[in-house]
């Protein structure tokens, strides 16, 4: 009876080795990509959920405190309890504030703080979290390319042993007859 699998002696142990290294490297790469792929909550009171993957590769917008201060300098000063009561007075506040709201510099400054207030306070923390994962993705892989050079060198090795070996006994034996 013809059966090819009985032909060749299959060394389970190797498979097994085999799958286990493969189980052990894909739980490293899971662990070094776990920070990028699990949400978090951002925002002043903790309420924005954010995921580092997706909200990572935004722009951010947001300015420094002198260029705010700088676009909001524009803005009038706050009226006196005399002058709230003053109906006339309200009116010129009210007129200089949207004065001061339709300048670029004070428009730029408030959608640089709706932006940071809302979408862009995952940015960081999600930049941050993309760098773990990177740095834990170059370390894996340089342990994994470690890990194949050193086998590749030691079968190597072991090959030219064993093709030295025969070579020395051919040659002893081409001395002997």
Not at 79 to 108: G, H, I, K
Not at 110 to 135: K, Q, T, Y
Request: with cysteine; proline share 3%; aromatic share 6%.
């Amino acid at each position: 009876m013809f059966d090819p699998e009985r032909d060749e002696v299959h060394d389970s142990r190797r498979f097994l080795l085999r799958l286990s290294a493969i189980a052990v490297v894909t739980v490293a790469a899971c662990a070094t990509l776990y920070p990028s792929v699990t949400g978090f909550a951002s925002g002043a009171d903790h309420q924005i959920g954010c995921l580092a993957i997706k909200d990572g590769w935004h722009r951010d917008r947001t300015m420094s405190d002198d260029q705010l201060i700088a676009a909001f300098a524009t803005m009038p000063k706050a009226l006196t309890q005399a002058q709230l009561r003053d109906p006339a007075a309200v009116e010129r506040f009210r007129e200089q504030v949207r004065a001061a709201e339709a300048s670029p510099e004070v428009r730029r400054a408030n959608a640089a703080m709706d932006w940071a207030d809302g979408p862009g306070a995952c940015v960081r923390e999600s930049r941050h979290r993309l760098f773990l994962s990177g740095i834990g993705i170059g370390v894996l892989s340089v342990a994994l390319a470690g890990v194949w050079m050193f086998v590749r060198t030691r079968k190597n090795l072991r090959r030219s042993r064993t093709s030295g070996a025969e070579l020395d006994a051919g040659s002893v034996g081409n001395a002997l007859a």
